[in-house]
């Protein structure tokens, strides 16, 4: 039995960015002894597949230009049901703690009174670059990583500071960009990144429907354009995405791996 799941508290988990498989052990276990699982749009299918027949599962999606219900209810449903002393996994897409309004769900638990933990999960941006088979980081190249979100409140201008964003010893990982792609290449060139710094676009990483496309800053609003899925997508920019796979890395074909006789 384990004692850090007791009746009446709050485990916020990362659930990964989609694939199940991704899951830490730690999420597959607090997702299986939950009674309530309130969960974002991007949970993979598989992972609510963990909850325990019984659980009642909760949808509490908000994906940009379809928000279901906002922050404050999400907040006081969490609360109100870890009151009513169930164990409650509050799930959400990638890693609870960047760009997942984790902070918010925290202080209201505190703030009512409820324990309130966190499991963390693997974030979009790592599951984008094992599936583009590039590091974030690059020795002597790429020495810092960046997290930014491109999502603005509707009407409003990205706010941002594009000098120090474009940094070309640093790779950017861009949450919530597709939209603004076009914004996001513009801006960087005009504050000094070189137009031909390599791109990619990663849609629903580690999933089976997962798109890439791969191409450079100054073409990256041609490329976006191209972008017809309606998936999350990541941006990632900089001079380790286009490092390549080296030869050894690389899958042989079967015909090579298998010895002759
Ligand atoms: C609200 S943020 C949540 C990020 C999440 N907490 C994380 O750590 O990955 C949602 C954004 O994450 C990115 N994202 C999440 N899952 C993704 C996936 N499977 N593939 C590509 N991007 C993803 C997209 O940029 C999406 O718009």
């Not at 299986?32 to 949808?59: F, N, S, T, W």
């Not at 209201?108 to 963390?120: D, E, N």
Request: glycine share 12%.
């Amino acid at each position: 039995m384990h004692e850090d799941f007791p009746n009446g508290s709050v485990w916020l988990v990362g659930a990964g960015p989609g694939d199940p498989e991704l899951l830490t052990r730690k999420a597959a276990r607090l997702i299986g002894m939950a009674d309530v699982v309130l969960y974002d749009a991007l949970v993979g299918e598989g992972v609510l597949d963990l909850a325990r027949v019984g659980a009642q599962l909760v949808y509490v999606g908000k994906r940009s230009g379809r928000h279901s219900r906002d922050q404050g209810s999400i907040d006081q449903l969490i609360v109100e049901a870890a009151l009513t002393g169930a164990r409650v996994v509050r799930l959400k897409g990638g890693d609870p703690s960047i760009f997942g309004r984790s902070a918010e769900e925290m202080t209201a638990c505190r703030a009512a009174g409820v324990r309130v933990q966190v499991c963390p999960g693997i974030t979009a941006a790592s599951a984008a670059a094992a599936s583009l088979g590039v590091s974030l980081t690059l020795r002597g190249m790429a020495r810092r990583l960046t997290f930014v979100t491109a999502h603005a409140r509707a009407g409003e201008a990205l706010a941002m500071d594009w000098a120090a964003l474009a940094d070309p010893g640093a790779t950017l990982a861009v949450y919530m960009g597709k939209a603004a792609a076009p914004e996001v290449a513009t801006q960087l060139i005009g504050a000094g990144m070189a137009p031909d710094t390599p791109v990619a676009v990663i849609e629903n990483a580690s999933l089976p429907n997962e798109t890439t496309v791969t191409t450079r800053l100054d073409l990256l609003p041609l490329a976006a354009k191209g972008l017809r899925g309606d998936g999350p997508a990541l941006l990632l920019i900089g001079q380790a995405v286009g490092q390549d796979v080296p030869a050894t890395a690389q899958a042989q074909p079967i015909a090579t791996a298998v010895p002759a006789r």
